[in-house]
């Protein structure tokens, strides 16, 4: 289970053209509820909470339909909150 509780502000990191369309990279960050179970249901990972920050980066590219789309996603830097 992972639940969102906190997202930070919108950074903007780069921006560049690939090709005729622009890209822009984009990074923010998020604390979230980090539980794992099996199947039975049994809490194997994390805990109910256990809330880490999550470290993201988006680049999105404006596509020809004029609307901007998730070209990749990336995530680093987990750190667990006491």
Known sequence: MRQILH???IEERERKMMGDSPLIIL???TQQVYCVRDKLGSIKEGGKD???TVHYAWAMQLGEDRVWRLR???QFGVAALI
Do not use: A, L, P, R
């Open 72 to 74: 990749e996603m990336q």
């Open 50 to 52: 256990t809330i880490h």
């Open 27 to 29: 990074g923010f960050k």
């Open 7 to 9: 997202v930070s502000d």
